[in-house]
């Protein structure tokens, strides 16, 4: 990181100087926003500030969805900047998704004046009780009282964002403070509370548990932060299969010799499951999405490895939980348990589900096949929500960590775009040379589709892959399921391809999977940013029976 420059040596500091201060010394340097007329002294900072990177984009809910991709590919945190009202607002979905993906995101809004707060009625932007609104979707949300606050302010966001339990933050300044004086100094984060760990009695109990069971089996989630070598060690010393959530998807990789999917994918995870008398979870938030409405049994004893004793949720019960940094824990139990021969032969499941996915001859697990091979081991897939997300969850395979992106927290449309743009971004700093591909549906994509112009106007290589079905597709599936007809699913949609060259970016468009698979390789390989619109008419994975559909929602 460049030298922070000493903004505190200067005679007198402003609020918008101790905000950019702040974040430097925090080890913030780049962020996502809008300028606004309540928050451009804060731009002049920024202007003034050559070690932060900033990135315009064209809505603030945009800038919370990249600031999100890009933590998910560089593992460090961004802020948003948004402004009174609207701005502020607008990035709730992102707030969602961070607070329950587990991902940390600050925001950094404005309030009005300072003087026309506590009175009613005119102001620009006036928003009742704003933080009230927002503090729900938050880890901390703080209002500036005073200048004077702002550092310590920042500190206290910092402790969340890098705790055992990170999430979005929010901190609003009534937007005058922005030039007020600043006198009291950057103080720094004080630590935080100490990690939590096992007692050596739990862990020995835990190791009881594991030696007791016959036919164990892992399950990997997004909550493993730290590189899972220890916990792919130990489910080689097991021999246990190792299942993945979505947001897991890529902790350990897909083509390791025990690995066999996301638990998003129900049949074959189903008939192990039923099999097995003992499951590991490490970091894995358990979600209805993954289980099929909670439908997915787990074996009658579980134990639970998590950051933090709240974070998996109460839905599925653990016969024992261990709360500390999941690597470690799962290193301690590497280190004491009996090494065994395999229960379950991962090859041959895998051989018999593949042919199976073949044999259905679906276009959908054939595009995923085929931009599989066209792809690095390191190149990043980000996802929106359509039908052919679904199937990636269930089937994509993900070989690095940090390479699968997908809006499990909040299930939003409208995600893909942006939070590709982030991971681009993260890209661009670091000088990787992975490829950047983002999948959408045509619903779903016009949520964010302006910000196909921060692609260009920053000359990010993000490629889109548009599937247009002109519907809501999966909505008009479940339709049709439980009300025989469809109904206000059918879209009239634009050119795509013209608006993407309307905005500077190279476009095609293909109509059959054989067009498709010979696309592919120019629309990758093109400098810059490029959409390709492939119009078709997808099966859900429900609907053809790759995915078991669920049988009813649990109470």
């Known amino acids: 990181m460049p030298p922070v420059p000493d903004i505190a040596a200067a005679r007198s500091m402003t609020g918008s100087q101790a905000v950019v201060e702040g974040l430097l010394r925090a080890g913030i340097n780049t962020g996502f926003g809008i300028p606004s007329i309540h928050n451009i002294g804060l731009y002049e900072a920024l202007r003034c500030a050559p070690a932060f990177r900033h990135w315009v984009v064209r809505h603030e809910q945009a800038a919370g969805f ?96 890098h705790g055992p339990t990170p999430g979005p933050v929010f901190i609003e300044i009534p937007h005058d403070f922005l030039a007020a004086p600043v006198a009291a100094p950057f103080r720094g984060s004080s630590a935080g509370p100490p990690p939590t760990s096992p007692s050596p009695g739990e862990i020995a109990a835990a190791v009881a548990l594991i030696d007791a069971s016959r036919k164990p089996v892992l399950l990997v989630g997004g909550g493993t932060k730290t590189p899972a070598t220890t916990v792919q060690r130990l489910a080689e010393i097991l021999q246990a299969p190792i299942f993945s959530t979505t947001s897991g998807k890529g902790v350990v990789a897909g083509d390791h010799p025990l690995a066999m999917g996301c638990i998003s994918r129900q049949g074959v995870v189903r008939e192990v499951l039923d099999q097995s008398d003992l499951l590991i979870s490490c970091g894995a938030r358990i979600t209805e999405f993954d289980t099929g409405r909670f439908q997915l049994r787990f074996p009658a004893q579980h134990l639970q490895i998590v950051g933090d004793a709240t974070y998996a949720g ?11 940094d999941v690597g470690a824990v799962a290193g301690l139990l590497a280190a004491q348990a009996r090494p065994r021969t395999g229960w379950c032969d991962v090859a041959v499941l895998a051989a018999q589900e593949k042919s199976r996915l073949q044999g259905l001859a679906t276009d959908a697990y054939t595009a995923l096949e085929l931009l599989r091979s066209r792809l690095g081991r390191d190149d990043v897939v980000v996802n929106d929500q359509s039908i052919l997300n679904y199937w990636a969850s269930a089937f994509f395979p993900v070989l690095e960590p ?42 779903g994509f016009q949520y964010t589709m302006h910000e196909l112009a921060t692609l260009v106007q920053h000359k990010l290589p993000v490629k889109v892959l548009l599937v247009n079905d002109s519907a809501y597709g999966i909505i008009g599936f479940l339709q049709c399921t439980m009300f025989g007809q469809t109904h206000e699913v059918a879209l009239k949609n634009p050119d795509f391809c013209q608006v993407a060259q309307a905005y500077g970016v190279k476009a095609a468009c293909v109509t059959t999977l054989d067009h498709l698979h010979r696309q592919l390789p120019e629309w990758l390989e093109s400098p810059g940013p490029a959409l390709l619109e492939w119009r078709t008419q997808l099966k859900a994975p429900w609907e053809i029976g790759a995915i078991p559909p669920p049988t009813a929602q649990q109470k």
Do not use: W
Not at 82 to 90: E, I, M, Q, R, V
Not at 314 to 322: E, M, N, P, Y
């Open 66 to 161: 990249a600031a999100d991709g890009y933590f998910r590919r560089s593992g460090r945190a961004a802020v948003v900047f948004a402004s009174t009202g609207p701005g502020n607002l607008f990035t709730l979905v992102p707030l969602l998704e961070s607070l329950q993906a587990g991902t940390p995101l600050l925001v950094i809004g404005t309030n009005i004046a300072s003087h026309l707060m506590g009175k009613t009625g005119g102001a620009l932007h006036e928003t009742p009780q704003q933080v009230e609104i927002i503090r729900p979707l938050t880890r901390l949300a703080h209002r500036i009282n005073t200048p004077d606050e702002i550092h310590d302010a920042i500190a206290a966001a910092v402790l969340v964002l």
């Open 314 to 324: 109460d839905r599925f019960s653990a016969t024992k939980q261990l709360v500390g």
């Open 402 to 443: 940090g390479t699968f992106l997908y809006p499990l927290g909040s299930g939003t449309l409208g995600y893909g775009l942006p939070a590709a743009i982030g991971a681009a971004c993260a890209a661009e700093q670091s000088g990787e040379k992975r490829k950047i591909v983002c999948i959408a549906g045509d619903g």
